[in-house]
């Protein structure tokens, strides 16, 4: 199972996901890219980050060579 990721439903308030939407947007990210991203630093902040987690994988438009 290592490399797949996890699909999970999540349910929260509208402000709540509104407000994420727009940090995402300002950030050029999606909402679930912003929402990974948020999970991790709380991880990471709260000493709770497992050793074993890989790196956000790599988004948008590969780099010109």
Do not use: C
Not at 10 to 25: N, T
Not at 39 to 64: H, I, V, Y
Request: proline content about 8%; aromatic content about 2%.
């Amino acid at each position: 199972m290592a490399g797949q990721r996890k699909q999970v439903l999540l349910r929260i308030d509208p402000a709540i996901h509104d407000a994420i939407s727009g940090w995402a947007a300002d950030e050029l990210r999606s909402v679930n890219a912003q929402i990974e991203i948020l999970l991790r630093d709380a991880l990471r902040s709260a000493g709770r980050m497992p050793g074993t987690s890989g790196p956000l994988p790599q988004r948008g438009r590969p780099k010109n060579t």
